[in-house]
Every structure is written in structure tokens, then in C-alpha cells.
């Protein structure tokens, strides 16, 4: 009886263990590095806010700005106001959007455009994931014209196709331009 008391006990700390490690916090930071290719200088906005960092610094034409916090659940969207975007929802821009959770990312259009983006979770370059989501006027290919359904609960990423892209999400540098 003592014998099979402890083979349950060991099983249940096994499966504890394992439990505690599916849902343990990510060692290593995330990074997001923002450069500003546009002539004008600007402040790129996160919608919501990074953790830990309300608002950028102006970025001049060719500066970039680099930021590292803890989170394996953000989701959230970046964008440039220059051009009259509206610095409160997005509307009127190009929108990187990117979810930590699953290291699904992309380019939306569907809000308007009013700069050139690139996006881009670093890692691994093979197999198509971990490829730049790159769009440059409001009619590229490589983003979405309707909403991507990103920032919902309801999309399921490895159920959508190109211009989604995808990149395991253990990886942690992100590295977003505009123009």
C-alpha cells in the first residue's frame, strides 16, 4: 500500500512539475527596437502601451530606440502618426500588429496607410517563418486590407495564411521600421 501511495505521489509531482513548466514566465526578455527611416522626426505609438513604458522618445530621421520588458501575453499593435493618423486608435494607419503568445505578427492596412513598415520577429530564417512583413504602399501585398483578426481571441494563427507570419515564439527580439 505504501508502494503505490508513493508511485501516486510521484506521478502527481511529475505532473505538477510539468504543469509549473507549460506555464512558467519567459526567462529572457522581449525586445522591441523601433527605427525611424521617414524624413520627420516622430514618436512610434504601442496600442496598448508596452509594459513598463508609456509612451517613445521623438525619433529623428535614421535613430532607432530599443525597449525590453517581460511578457508572454501582450498583444498589441505599433504604428507612426505622422500624416494625420489618429494617435488614439490607429485609424488613418499602416499597423504592425504582433502577439507574443503565439509569435504571430503582421502588416494591416485596413485602417488606412500613411507610411512604409517592416516587421520583423528575429530568429531562425528557414522553413517561411520568421520572414519580414514588409509593406510599402497602401495597395502591398504583404498585408491586410481587412481586419486580420490579430488582435481578437478568436483568431487562430496557424489557421491563417500569408500575410500572417509566424516565428516560434521562444524568439525575442522584434525590429520595427517605418518608411
Known amino acids: 500500500m505504501v508502494a503505490i501511495l508513493r508511485t501516486i505521489f510521484a506521478v502527481a509531482t511529475l505532473a505538477a512539475a510539468a504543469t509549473a513548466a507549460a506555464v512558467a514566465p519567459r526567462s529572457s526578455k522581449i525586445t522591441f527596437t523601433v527605427t525611424n527611416k521617414c524624413k520627420h522626426t516622430f514618436a512610434p505609438i504601442f496600442l496598448p502601451a508596452l509594459p513598463g513604458k508609456p509612451q517613445w522618445s521623438n525619433l529623428t530621421s535614421g535613430k532607432s530606440e530599443s525597449y525590453s520588458f517581460h511578457s508572454d501575453t501582450y498583444r498589441g499593435k505599433v504604428f507612426s502618426?505622422?500624416?494625420?493618423?489618429?494617435?488614439?486608435?490607429?485609424?488613418?494607419?499602416?499597423?504592425?500588429?504582433?502577439?507574443?503568445?503565439?509569435?504571430?505578427?503582421?502588416?494591416s492596412v485596413a485602417n488606412g496607410f500613411n507610411v512604409g513598415m517592416y516587421l520583423q520577429l528575429l530568429g531562425r530564417q528557414s522553413q517561411g517563418y520568421c520572414q519580414a512583413a514588409?509593406?510599402?504602399?497602401?495597395?502591398?501585398?504583404?498585408?491586410?486590407?481587412?481586419e486580420s483578426g490579430l488582435m481578437t481571441e478568436s483568431r487562430n494563427g496557424s489557421e491563417t495564411v500569408k500575410p500572417n507570419h509566424s516565428c516560434p515564439p521562444t524568439f525575442t527580439t522584434w525590429n520595427v521600421q517605418f518608411c
Open 81 to 107: 502618426p505622422l500624416r494625420q493618423a489618429n494617435v488614439t486608435t490607429g485609424e488613418g494607419a499602416t499597423q504592425g500588429e504582433f502577439d507574443l503568445y503565439s509569435g504571430d505578427y503582421d502588416i
Open 134 to 146: 514588409i509593406c510599402g504602399s497602401k495597395t502591398c501585398k504583404d498585408a491586410y486590407h481587412s
